[in-house]
């Protein structure tokens, strides 16, 4: 059995979309980042980074006490070998989901985040910063839609470079992207959004919180946090 900590952000989807494509056993442990539910001490001990998603694996391979992971990324590679799914065989495949994934995590992810915060939540418009990070998000849209030139998904198969980056570009609208000029980021969105496990992790999630995270309240938890 998982424990998923999870809220109905981009990061949030990555892991609750492996759990649903692996039909992995797991609970849903809700952490209202909206509130501040990061900040309990008892989160804290599994995501010192006071970010989630985060999980705990009660019945790890190794069969020892059990397992807690924070960093989305991590958790989909580490949940992808429990299930012995969605990460390709063969050292070719293996690296290349790794590399897309590793990608994600430090270029896509990050640079829509900070587009996402400059364009819709930041205080002032700065348009230096808009600019930056929508010039930068167009950039790294178009890294894709090459890659995805000729092929159905990131790597040759369905895999958890898919799952880390689709959360994400599944918001194109908030990003200054005008996804007709990437038709095959188009084409592969609506690939992922077909599929039943990915429709039933949206779904749950929506069922958990129909409400936008940043609300005005959110903001004074959510930004300039500073050392605590
Ligand atoms: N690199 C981390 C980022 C996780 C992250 O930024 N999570 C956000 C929501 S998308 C969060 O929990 N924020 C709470 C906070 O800012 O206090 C990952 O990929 O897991």
Not at 180 to 189: G, M, T
Request: net charge neutral; glycine share 8%.
């Amino acid at each position: 059995m998982i424990d998923l900590y999870f809220w109905t952000t981009p990061n949030g989807y990555k892991p609750l979309i492996l759990l649903e494509e692996s039909q992995t056993p797991y609970r849903l442990r809700p952490v209202n980042i909206s509130i501040g539910e990061q900040f309990a001490p008892e989160f804290l001990k599994i995501s010192p980074n006071n970010r989630m998603p985060a999980i705990v694996d009660h019945e790890p391979a190794d069969g020892g006490e059990p397992v807690s992971l924070f960093e989305s990324g991590a958790i989909l590679w580490y949940l992808a070998e429990r299930a012995g799914r969605f990460i390709p065989s063969g050292l070719r495949g293996r690296k290349t989901a790794l590399e897309w994934l590793m990608w994600q995590m430090g270029g896509l992810g990050p640079m829509l985040g900070q587009n996402h915060h400059f364009a819709h939540y930041a205080p002032q418009k700065l348009p230096y910063a808009i600019e930056r990070y929508v010039k930068e998000s167009q950039r790294l849209y178009g890294v894709l839609e090459r890659r995805l030139e000729g092929r159905a998904f990131i790597a040759d198969e369905y895999s958890v470079a898919d799952m880390a980056a689709y959360p994400w570009c599944l918001l194109w609208h908030r990003q200054g992207i005008e996804i007709d000029e990437f038709p095959n980021i188009k084409r592969w969105l609506a690939a992922i959004e077909a599929r039943p496990a990915v429709m039933r992790a949206y779904a749950l999630g929506k069922n958990l919180n129909a409400v936008p995270t940043v609300t005005e309240a959110a903001k004074s938890v959510l930004f300039g946090q500073g050392r605590r």
